[in-house]
């Protein structure tokens, strides 16, 4: 039996497995491990000890098109792919750490595979993600109106149950994009109370904080970054990678080149080999100019959470957000800590949103946020239906039997329509909770500590 770290790697909509500057594939091309074709029926043979296997997809909208680029087709193929390959892992008697970096929807991808992996065995099987700023690209308002659940949104919001996820790491850039801001609204998912979360604003924007320069031939092994977001994402995204056990060894030897960044009194720009506590320091410095360059305003920007969290930008503070503090704090470096100021430029307001899991429950969504058993949906929609019904019917009456104009009759029915169809769901709803309540509290009944057990 071999115990297997798979690195699952899920580009954004328009991004394929074939271009390196992205920093999906600049991960994917130096994690050391067997590349397996997602395609493929088959696991590697030969497997013992500790192995390393990968696995790359491209965007929804290279493999789906249209489709992919407005509502995400694709992304549940790809991860069906995975788990397909997972148990065939466990079924050949190996154990399973899935490592899933995703930017934008290849995020919702990596999200969506953690959903996915709940019908493994827990015991076989674990899963860590590395989200750069996931979005499903539904409109902020279109959730709260999605009353199937189906929506890229609501369909990852929910992780209370996978028991499986162990690790996330979830970076959200602070600049909103002026030209369809309302597609690309980030999503700040609800996790099980067990993972080990960390969630983090970085300076930047979508798609800037994830392009990579690669230059990696006989006579150079570089990689320039032009933006100081762009490393920031790559080091911190790769060290989580590293840390959960991907080999990302590969990585090794390279030389990091910061075309606008130079040492103090010199005019060339710096140049440092790839190690740690380089990259510590440079992360502390980059830090450090971008507070000086880019923290003028204050701004915020939307997301799909609840309650409605915001990542908020704003000036003159002492770190610009988590990870500054805690690097400045390991090494000693120096800030000035005035009382008067804010401590992060960059905050994500609200709490993580962290919680049990309640058993049968279905799935929570960001139209319908509460801890509600399958029950209240099954009564919900009920209600729904008796109210919709309820509704048609008072618009034929009132457009066969009330001498008005047909369009005022038409409005009328339409509003008692609509009423009878919220009024019914609602009534529904609380009938459907009452039920669950009495079933919990039966089920609570019988499972009561026993001086037996």
């Known amino acids: 039996m071999a115990e297997i770290t798979l690195s699952v790697y899920f580009n954004g909509t328009d991004h394929d497995c074939d271009t390196p500057h992205y920093l999906a594939m600049l991960l994917y091309n130096h994690t050391v491990g067997i590349a397996i074709d997602p395609d493929s029926e088959h ?7 500790d192995s390393q296997l990968k696995m790359c997809f491209d965007g929804c909208g290279v493999t789906n098109h249209l489709p992919g ?4 087709t694709g992304i549940d193929a790809a991860c069906s792919k995975v788990v397909k390959q997972v148990a065939a892992l466990i079924t050949a008697g190996h154990d399973v750490t899935i490592n899933a970096y995703g930017h934008s929807r ?23 993600l590395a989200l750069l700023d996931p979005v499903p690209g539904n409109l902020v308002s279109t959730p709260m109106f999605d009353f199937t659940g189906s929506t890229q949104a609501n369909e990852s919001y929910d992780q209370s149950r996978s028991k499986h996820l162990k690790r996330v790491l979830a970076l959200y850039t602070n600049t909103k994009m002026h030209f369809g801001e309302c597609f690309h ?11 080990d979360l960390e969630e983090d604003g970085i300076y930047g924007c979508h798609s800037a904080a994830q392009r990579q320069h690669v230059v990696d031939n006989d006579n150079a092994r570089t990689i320039p970054f032009y933006r100081s977001e762009a490393f920031i994402a790559f080091e911190r995204m790769k060290r989580f990678m590293e840390e959960c056990g991907s080999d990302m060894s590969g990585l090794e030897g390279f030389t990091l080149k910061f075309p606008g960044l130079v040492n103090d009194g010199e005019d ?4 440092e080999t790839y190690n740690r506590q380089n990259a510590d320091i440079i992360m502390y410095r980059l830090y450090k100019f971008q507070q000086d360059e880019f923290f003028q305003d204050s701004a915020s920007r939307y997301t799909h959470s609840k309650p409605n969290r915001t990542i908020t930008t704003v000036p003159n503070a002492v770190y610009l957000n988590k990870h500054h503090q805690k690097l400045a704090e390991q090494y000693e470096l120096s800030q000035d800590a005035e009382s008067t100021k804010p401590i992060y430029n960059i905050t994500i307001t609200g709490s993580p949103n962290k919680r ?13 946020e509460h801890e509600v058993s399958s029950s209240t949906m099954y ?3 009920i209600g729904e239906i008796v109210g919709a019904i309820i509704g048609t019917g008072i618009i034929v009456l009132a457009m ?9 009759a038409f409005a009328i029915g339409v509003a008692a329509m609509l009423i009878g169809y919220y009024g019914g769901g609602q009534a529904g709803r609380l009938i459907g909770t009452a039920v669950a309540n009495l079933r919990k509290e039966h089920e609570a009944t019988d499972k009561q500590p026993t001086l037996a057990n």
């Not at 680029?69 to 995400?72: A, C, P």
């Not at 049990?356 to 319908?368: C, D, I």
């Open 43 to 49: 696991i590697p043979d030969g497997l013992i000890g």
């Open 69 to 72: 680029r407005v509502f995400g």
């Open 106 to 128: 290849g995020g919702i991808a990596a999200l969506k595979l953690a959903k996915h992996i709940r019908e493994l065995d827990e015991s076989r099987v674990c899963i860590n």
């Open 185 to 195: 609204a980030p999503l700040l998912p609800i996790y099980p109370v067990s993972t």
């Open 268 to 271: 060339t720009p710096i140049r």
């Open 356 to 368: 049990p899991s309640y058993g049968n429950s279905y799935s929570l969504s960001l139209f319908h």
């Open 379 to 381: 009564g919900k929609a």
């Open 400 to 408: 066969t039997t009330v001498p008005l104009l047909p369009i005022l």
